[in-house]
Nanobody, 119 residues
């Protein structure tokens, strides 16, 4: 019901900045929450930032708080993740995720985009 297209991943130097985008299409009117996850090699996938579609309230993991900013463009149905002061520890595959409510809760994932931070 919802399709997600991500962009913006790449290779950056430690201390640099990078911005990720996720465009949602389909049944976007039912989206209640959007967010970003990441998964590093040999590690569990973790939630790093979310934004509530109704209230605009955001959450961040301790590892990215103060360095990453999540936002959304309601008109364009686009989710953003602005990353700054990047560290090698931020290297991971980053995934866009949305939750929808249509007589139940459903979760949708993007394909993932690789972010690599070099020293």
């Amino acid at each position: 019901q919802v399709q997600l297209v991500e962009s913006g991943g790449g290779l950056v130097q430690s201390g640099g900045s990078l911005s990720l985008s996720c465009v949602a299409s389909g049944r976007v009117s039912s989206i209640t929450r959007m967010g970003w996850y990441r998964q590093a090699p040999e590690k569990q996938r973790e939630s790093i930032a979310t934004i509530d579609a109704v209230s605009g309230a955001t959450t961040y993991s301790d590892s990215v708080k103060g360095r990453f900013t999540v936002s959304r463009d309601s008109a364009g149905n686009t989710l953003y993740l602005q990353m700054s002061a990047l560290k090698p520890e931020d290297t991971a595959v980053y995934y866009c995720n949305v939750l929808t409510v249509t007589f139940g809760t459903y979760s949708y994932w993007g394909q993932g985009t690789q972010v690599t931070v070099s020293s």
